[in-house]
């Protein structure tokens, strides 16, 4: 996978626009996800390996939010069970495409792959089918916090029995003086990989109308709330982790 890197917010800006997944992120993402997300490599591949633990024969895996399909290709490498699909969906089109040839190319490089439908569209809108396993990985930050609750009580409609959501996410710490170490922890590894204190300003200033964090807490209520039954961390690096919540 060729890697353009991300100089998105490198230049002055007179007015930073609101961040929006178009064709100009799109372009640099898989170098942008890398260099801002602690721990994004390794989430991605042991979703995989958590999913194949919790994926049951002729069932449907969501990945949703798939911008370019890195956890729908996770998901295909790790996923032995019989006849699972896919459904990868994304409401940005220019990630929609891009998913797709992308994933082509790895149907062309391996054999009996699962299946994979990548839809555009509003998960808010999804009619969700039956599933066994469901991955939201750095999507329910995006979404406006008064529809998290609704779109986590769908999910948690359609688990079957034994399945699992799986939720990464940038978190916020209610306690003031952890949430700023670890806010400046990760500041150090934006600035390690490369980025300017401009760029991480600029990128900050773009993020904070569309991206709004919650703390640990909030997740756990909010998926107890919705009926699921666990939920168990399995990955934190400095201010992003990841959940197992069982129906
Ligand atoms: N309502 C919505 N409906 C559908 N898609 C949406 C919606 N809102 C936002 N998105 C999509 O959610 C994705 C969030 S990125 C996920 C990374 C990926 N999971 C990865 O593991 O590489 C996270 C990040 O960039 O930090 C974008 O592609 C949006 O278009
Ligand atoms: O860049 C950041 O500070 C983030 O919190 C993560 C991120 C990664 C990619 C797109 C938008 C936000």
Same mark, same amino acid.
């Given at each position: 996978?060729?890697?353009?890197?991300?100089?998105?917010?490198?230049?002055?800006?007179?007015?930073?626009?609101?961040?929006?997944?178009? +064709?100009?992120?799109?372009?640099?993402?898989?170098?942008?996800?890398?260099?801002?997300?602690?721990?994004?490599?390794?989430?991605?591949?042991?979703?995989?390996?958590?999913?194949?633990?919790?994926?049951?024969?002729?069932?449907?895996?969501?990945?949703?939010?798939?911008? *370019?399909?890195?956890?729908?290709?996770?998901?295909?490498?790790?996923?032995?069970? &019989?006849?699972?699909?896919?459904?990868? %969906?994304?409401?940005?089109? =220019?990630?929609? +495409?891009?998913?797709? &040839?992308?994933?082509?190319?790895?149907?062309?490089?391996?054999?009996?792959?699962?299946?994979?439908?990548?839809?555009?569209?509003?998960?808010?809108?999804?009619?969700?089918?039956?599933?066994? *396993?469901?991955?939201?990985?750095?999507?329910?930050? @995006?979404?406006?916090?008064?529809?998290?609750?609704?779109?986590?009580?769908?999910?948690?409609?359609?688990?079957?029995?034994? /399945?699992?959501?799986? *939720?990464?996410?940038? %978190?916020? @710490?209610?306690?003031?003086?952890?949430?700023?170490?670890?806010?400046?922890?990760?500041?150090? @590894?934006?600035?390690?990989? /490369?980025?300017?204190?401009?760029?991480?300003?600029?990128?900050?200033?773009? %993020? +904070?109308?569309?991206?709004?964090?919650?703390? *640990?807490?909030?997740?756990? &209520?909010?998926?107890?709330? =919705? /009926?699921?039954?666990?939920?168990?961390?399995? @990955?934190?690096?400095?201010?992003?982790?990841?959940?197992?919540?069982?129906?």
């Amino acid at each position: 996978m060729k890697q353009t890197p991300d100089r998105l917010f490198s230049q002055p800006l007179e007015q930073v626009p609101d961040f929006a997944f178009n +064709e100009d992120v799109v372009k640099v993402f898989p170098d942008m996800i890398k260099r801002s997300v602690p721990g994004y490599p390794t989430i991605v591949e042991n979703l995989g390996v958590l999913a194949a633990q919790f994926a049951q024969p002729n069932s449907v895996l969501y990945d949703l939010g798939s911008s *370019l399909g890195a956890v729908t290709q996770a998901l295909r490498r790790h996923v032995k069970a &019989e006849g699972c699909r896919v459904i990868a %969906i994304d409401n940005s089109h =220019a990630m929609v +495409e891009r998913c797709r &040839e992308y994933l082509h190319a790895q149907d062309s490089m391996f054999q009996e792959l699962l299946p994979v439908e990548v839809m555009e569209g509003d998960i808010l809108a999804l009619e969700f089918q039956p599933t066994s *396993l469901v991955a939201l990985n750095f999507t329910l930050q @995006f979404i406006a916090p008064e529809q998290r609750p609704a779109l986590l009580q769908h999910i948690r409609q359609a688990l079957l029995p034994g /399945g699992a959501l799986i *939720l990464s996410e940038k %978190i916020r @710490f209610e306690d003031h003086i952890e949430h700023e170490l670890l806010g400046d922890l990760h500041v150090a @590894f934006k600035r390690a990989n /490369g980025y300017s204190d401009l760029e991480i300003a600029q990128k900050r200033s773009a %993020i +904070e109308n569309v991206m709004k964090p919650d703390s *640990l807490e909030q997740h756990r &209520e909010r998926l107890l709330a =919705a /009926g699921f039954s666990k939920v168990v961390p399995w @990955f934190q690096c400095i201010n992003f982790a990841s959940l197992i919540a069982l129906p």
